[in-house]
């Protein structure tokens, strides 16, 4: 069985990496596996720990990246967020193609370890829709939401080291973009 591909999705917090992802993740022919992140954010009404993260205390983190236990790993807006590594090899093992839902820094660093991921960036058709999603959302405080979004400034500079920039203008367009992409790497990976 060959290994399945390792594929980065990147982009602002509140572009809509997880929606589309979810619509993704409905096109069973693409045979996805989600890498789920370990975080010290603490849980959003509605999520649950193991299957959207594994929420952990700094100790905890801290202890798993000592260990190696990471594939990468960031502070974000005052948590960290790190992609546990041996799952992620196991379904790659396994033939999954891999995907890894994750910020800029994180994301530079799987590239400069795995060069041949599949790496994408979701940008907002505007930075006034990327707030109107963010805001929508209601999952933050101002204070938390004013540094995501003047950190989305920042990360979406960063768009050229990805080797596919797609905009989230609706989520239909947004995913079957995605998925076209993940069809064509797949192809020339056989
Ligand atoms: N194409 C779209 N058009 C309108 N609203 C959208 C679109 N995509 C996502 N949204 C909405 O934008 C909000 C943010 O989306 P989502 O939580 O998926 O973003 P995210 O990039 O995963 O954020 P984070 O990185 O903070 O986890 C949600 O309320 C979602 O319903
Ligand atoms: N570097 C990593 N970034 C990650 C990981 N898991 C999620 N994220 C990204 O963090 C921000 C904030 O997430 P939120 O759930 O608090 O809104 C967002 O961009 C996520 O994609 C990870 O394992 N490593």
């Known amino acids: 069985m060959s290994k399945g591909l390792l594929i980065i999705l990147s982009g602002p917090s509140g572009v809509g990496k997880g929606t589309v992802r979810a619509k993704l993740f409905e096109d069973q022919t693409l045979n996805l596996a989600y890498s789920i992140s370990m975080t010290t954010r603490s849980a959003r009404p509605g999520e649950v720990d193991g299957r959207d993260y594994f929420f952990v205390d700094r100790d905890t983190f801290e202890k798993k990246v000592a260990e ?3 594939l990468e790993h960031a502070e974000f807006v005052g948590n960290y967020y790190g992609t546990p590594k041996e799952h992620v ?3 790659l093992n396994e033939g999954k193609n891999v995907l890894l839902e994750i910020e800029v820094q994180g ?3 799987v590239m400069a370890k795995v060069p041949d991921a599949l790496t994408i ?6 930075m006034e829709e990327l707030e109107r999603r963010i805001r929508g959302r209601r999952t933050e405080a101002e204070d938390i939401v004013r540094q995501r979004l003047e950190k989305a400034e920042r990360e979406i500079k960063t768009k050229d080291n990805y080797k596919h920039v797609v905009v989230n203008n609706t989520i239909d367009q947004a995913a ?3 998925a076209a ?3 064509s790497a797949i ?3 056989d």
């Open 176 to 178: 079957s973009e995605i």
């Open 181 to 183: 992409i993940i069809r």
């Open 68 to 70: 190696g236990g990471l």
């Open 89 to 91: 090899e196991k379904l």
């Open 121 to 126: 960036f979701l940008v907002p058709p505007s």
């Open 187 to 189: 192809k020339k990976q």
């Open 107 to 109: 994301a530079l660093q």
